[in-house]
């Protein structure tokens, strides 16, 4: 049980959230439990739906609403990152310090991932390190690709060496990642339309096959 609170906390993180994962945990087991009751009481065939249903639900949720919102978020970050980082990249080459980069990009640039980085700002008002900042921040960011590049802020942080060719490196990374993904995403599109449409068609079919047996 702990382990399994540890992992959905981490992912909670991911997406921002500052949800105690107990809380999803229960609403997942008390919305199963309601899902199974009414699926019994309002059908004839409920003592065989109910259990299938719930489970498909159950299982499902997890990766409906926390997994896809953690891959979404990821790309909306990734593309925050091209205009975020190109500007604090501007700052550095401008002669000041990564704490002060930050606050000027902050100013400028108005993304959720610049909302982040206010959080890192609030987070060294109260007293911790820019390294420790740093840190949470990359807990609550679900882009490998960001994620190098606070490890590079950090480093330039603690050595004091140039980061911004490292920065331009991921943002050329990060740009080739989207193309690919847009070039992709119109390629699957038809076929994604053909694998629901046979799932649909396939999902009705098996239920009415189950009514038609018990009514």
């Known amino acids: 049980m702990r382990r399994m609170k540890n992992r959905l906390q981490r992912k909670l993180d991911l997406l921002g ?7 999803i945990i229960i609403f997942r087991i008390v919305s199963s439990i309601i899902l199974f009751l009414v699926l019994l009481l309002i059908s004839k065939v409920g003592y065989v739906l109910a259990p299938l249903i719930t489970l498909i639900y159950y299982f499902l949720v997890e990766y409906l609403f926390i997994d896809l ?9 990734e593309s925050d990152a091209i205009e975020f980082f190109t500007v604090f990249s501007l700052s550095l080459k401008g002669g000041r310090n ?7 990009t902050t100013d400028i640039v108005d993304n959720e991932l610049s909302i982040e980085f206010k959080k890192v700002l609030n987070d060294l008002k109260v007293g ?9 921040l990359e807990s609550r960011i679900p882009s490998e690709s960001i994620n190098n590049i ?12 140039d980061i911004s ?19 992709k995403k119109y390629k699957v599109v038809p076929l994604y339309l053909t694998i629901v449409s046979i799932s ?4 009705m079919l098996s239920v009415l096959i189950v009514l038609a047996m018990f009514l």
Do not use: C, H, P
């Open 69 to 77: 919102a953690i891959y979404y978020r990821s790309l909306s970050l």
């Open 128 to 136: 911790k390190s820019l390294e420790e900042a740093l840190m949470l």
């Open 150 to 161: 606070l490890i590079n802020i950090r480093e330039a942080n603690r050595f004091g060496n």
């Open 17 to 23: 959230y500052r949800v105690n994962a107990k809380t």
């Open 165 to 183: 060719s490292s920065i331009d490196k991921q943002l050329s990374l990060i740009n080739a990642k989207q193309e690919k993904k847009l070039i």
């Open 98 to 104: 990564v704490k002060k980069a930050i606050a000027i």
């Open 200 to 203: 649909f068609t396939f999902i």
